[in-house]
């Protein structure tokens, strides 16, 4: 499967532990995105680079979050002191943004759902 | 504000009959607006798009500015689209920095036999 890859795909967590995910994106693309999606609702956005900048975080991201994309290849995104609203579906997108057709569109992981028990 | 908004949570259709899921935004730029589809236990993948213009699996959907819609139709339901339908909306203009996609909370759409 050449998509984007997320790891791990599920991760139960103590209240106040660190997290940190994964996501491998399709190489060929220039920009990932962060998402957060909880039950009942469509993903929101959290966060994104265009290569290995981050260019735009969104409100959601408190200052217990940080996402990393040093080589501008894969990212990582870590949650800090986990508290229970932080358990949701994280999901990890790619695109490629440029050319004639300007945008191709997101290519989303199957996520990592996270629950903080 | 940008918002997306899906006023169905659930849609129940008999299969061989038109669909119409119903999608509104709110938008003060150019948007450009996407159908996301999501099966059961399967990863998000994009339908279609407004500026294709095209059909994807019997699917169209028409952009109307005047009606700030951009609803999801197909003429005869088959079983398979059953699944939860995300409607959102690009921010993306012109390589700007301002990249994000703005999802509704979708429908879910269950085909009867």
């Known amino acids: 499967d050449t998509g984007v890859s997320q790891n791990p795909r599920h991760k139960i967590t103590k209240r106040g532990q660190n997290v940190t995910f994964r996501c491998d994106p399709i190489s060929e693309h220039n920009r990932l995105y962060w998402y957060r999606q909880t039950l009942g609702q469509g993903p929101e956005f959290l966060t994104y680079?265009?290569?290995?900048?981050?260019?735009?975080k969104s409100r959601l991201l408190s200052d217990r979050f940080s996402a990393e994309r040093p080589k501008g290849s894969f990212s990582t995104l870590e949650i800090q002191r986990t508290e229970q609203g932080d358990s949701a579906m994280y999901l990890c997108?790619?695109?490629?943004?440029?050319?004639?057709?300007?945008?191709?569109?997101?290519?989303f992981g199957s996520g990592t759902r996270l629950t903080v028990v | 504000a940008q918002r997306v908004t899906q006023p169905e949570k659930l849609l129940s259709v008999f299969k061989g009959a038109p669909v119409e899921l119903k999608c509104n935004y709110s938008?003060?730029?150019?948007?450009?607006l996407f159908w996301y589809v999501q099966y059961s236990r399967q990863r998000l993948q994009l339908l279609l798009r407004h500026i294709s213009r095209e059909s994807i699996k019997g699917f169209t959907a028409d952009l109307n500015k005047g009606e700030t819609s951009f609803h999801l139709k197909k003429p005869f339901a088959q079983e398979e689209d059953s699944a939860m339908y995300y409607c959102a909306l690009s921010t993306l203009f012109l390589m700007n920095r301002d990249d994000k996609i703005i999802f509704g909370k979708g429908t879910r759409l269950h085909i009867l036999p």
């Open positions: 997108a790619s695109s490629l943004v440029g050319g004639i057709d300007r945008y191709y569109g997101y290519t």
């Open positions: 680079f265009q290569n290995e900048a981050q260019l735009e």
């Open positions: 938008y003060s730029g150019s948007p450009e």
